[in-house]
């Protein structure tokens, strides 16, 4: 049988967070040596981007047995609904107390307190096939793997605090004899809501601490930046955090007006607040114009504040207290919050093919989705939003990684059509001979997932956002989410404000 042929990334994979300086130099001279070697063999027939990863191309045979590779855009896959009760129509004879309009984060919380806690009924759309929004994910027919279809999705979080979801105990039971009242405020404590769950058999959250690295001049490095990331692209000898704290303040430039993250104009500024000018060019600039197609100059300071920058060794990603994945998966989890008799699911549904049926049928609709498609009637100007286009690549049989990492990013243009490299197998430490990486590149067409944070979209979204103050105030209509927000949100920031919304509309009014 054929095997995998050698990974250039595969010696650096378990030691990358503590390396010293001289470590990377020979590693980055090994990786470019066999990476440069494997595309003068291939390069009648390597993409740029397998040659990076060190995947050589390859003439698909007849013998299953061997390595092969297969490509092919995420479009094409076969998507479950995730949720077996689903349906794929509206029933047009019953009514409902609230009506959400997406079945990711926010419309599923929505649901799930209302019926839970309040005992109202609910129906659930989605336009696409599935539950679970941008989280959904599914085991891959082709490799047996547990992955997600938008990108990965890393949970983490610092909100924790005493919620009590009394209603995991006994469903609709507030206001009974038995439950006398439902201590909610869990938008103070994300953490116990998505817990919470666990007792009455949902999925239970399991430790993922997630790592990055950035392929940057040809040199695998640390994402965010830590004391190795400088070392390696600066040829530093930082050995401490005080040392790094050091040279941070030596190269950082404030932002006018005295300084300080809100008085940062754009994201340049903000970016070399933190970083000073060579990291800048190195990491941030390149990237901000492959993944907003817009110099940094040009965006929300917003935009580079959310990036952390490490003054230890530490390679996680995150530095929640808090971080973890659904041991079964997201859908799992989130068909768990749905299957309740009082809350009805349809997928692959047009929310405003039904609109003037639903403005009748539901109490109040909850509407999660793009808020200038709400308003498009209205004749005003499209908002602006970025969207990712997903490259597969299924490596059949296989011997471990591909890449060093879940992740890997590409700042630069060592890889100039991708921003990142995702490989599912890595996550929950997935046993299969196969492995699936999945590459993204953004894009201005597809599904709207990053609103495109600038001067022109923000005042534009200010008169969004009044029309939908006032339709508000009628109690029929609420927006909730991301996209009915235009603005980021993490996943715990989602469910702390969907939660948070919940509680101030109704719950209060019920």
């Known amino acids: 049988m054929g095997s995998a042929p050698n990974n250039p990334f595969a010696q650096i994979r378990s030691n990358m967070s503590t390396l010293k300086p001289h470590t990377y130099a020979l590693i980055g001279a090994m990786v470019m040596f066999v990476v440069m070697t494997t595309h003068s063999m291939n390069s009648l027939n390597s993409s740029i981007h397998r040659e990076t990863m060190g995947a050589p191309s390859f003439i698909r045979s007849a013998n299953t047995c061997k390595y092969h590779v297969e490509t092919s855009d995420s479009l094409t896959n076969d998507l479950p609904s995730g949720f ?14 609230i009506c959400t309009v ?7 919380v929505f649901a799930e307190r209302s019926a839970n806690m309040l005992g109202m009924t609910s129906l659930v759309l989605d336009n696409r096939p599935h539950i679970g929004g941008n989280c959904y994910d599914f085991i891959d027919q082709k490799t047996g793997i547990l992955r997600n279809q938008y990108g990965a999705h890393l949970f983490h979080t610092s909100m924790a605090g005493t919620a009590t979801i009394s209603s995991i105990k006994k469903r609709g039971s507030c206001g009974t004899s038995t439950e006398p009242t439902c201590s909610t405020r869990a938008s103070s404590g994300v953490w116990d809501y998505v817990n919470s769950f666990e007792a009455a058999g949902a999925p239970a959250w399991v430790r993922w601490d997630h790592e990055v690295v950035g392929l940057v001049d040809g040199q695998l490095v640390p994402i ?15 050995q401490s955090e005080d040392e790094m704290k050091a040279w941070l303040a030596s190269v950082q430039i404030p932002c006018p007006n005295g300084g300080g993250d809100d008085n940062c104009e754009n994201a340049e500024q903000m970016a070399q607040s933190r970083v000073g000018v060579g990291l800048y060019e190195k990491i941030f600039r390149q990237y901000t114009l492959k993944q907003w197609a817009k110099e940094p100059k040009d965006l929300d300071a917003l935009v580079t504040a959310r990036i952390p920058v490490r003054s230890t060794f530490d390679p996680r990603y995150f530095s929640d207290k808090y971080q973890a994945l659904p041991s ?3 859908t799992a989890w989130f068909a768990h919050l749905l299957d309740n008799p009082k809350i009805d699911v349809a997928v692959n549904v047009d929310f405003f093919e039904h609109k003037e049926h639903l403005e009748k049928a539901c109490g109040t609709i909850v509407y999660t989705g793009p808020i200038d498609r709400y308003f498009e009637q209205t004749g005003m100007e499209k908002l602006e939003y970025r969207s990712i286009k997903f490259t597969e690549e299924r490596h059949y049989n296989t011997n471990g990684y591909i890449l060093p990492k879940s992740v890997v990013n590409y700042p630069g ?15 929950l430490e ?13 894009s201005d067409v597809g599904d709207p997932y990053y609103p495109v944070p600038n001067d022109r979209n923000q005042e534009l979204f200010a008169k969004y956002r009044q029309l939908a103050d006032e339709l508000e105030k009628s109690g029929k ?25 919940w509680e101030d509309t109704i719950m209060k009014t019920h």
């Not at 077996?84 to 107390?97: A, F, L, P, Q, R």
């Not at 965010?224 to 930082?238: A, E, H, M, Y």
């Not at 909730?480 to 996943?491: D, E, P, W």
């Open 84 to 97: 077996e009760k689903s349906s794929n129509t509206i029933d047009k004879s019953k009514t409902y107390d």
């Open 102 to 108: 997406g079945a990711g984060l926010s419309g599923t």
């Open 224 to 238: 965010p930046v830590n004391i190795n990331t400088v070392n390696r692209l600066l040829g530093t000898s930082i």
């Open 328 to 330: 079964k998966g997201y």
């Open 413 to 427: 243009m060592d890889v100039p059509d991708f921003t990142r490299a995702i490989e599912y197998k890595y996550f």
């Open 430 to 442: 997935q046993k299969s001979p196969h492995t699936i990486v999945v590459k993204e590149t953004s």
């Open 477 to 501: 209509v609420i927006f909730a989410g991301r996209l009915a927000n235009y603005k980021y949100f993490n996943m715990d920031q989602a469910l702390d404000n969907a939660l948070t919304l």
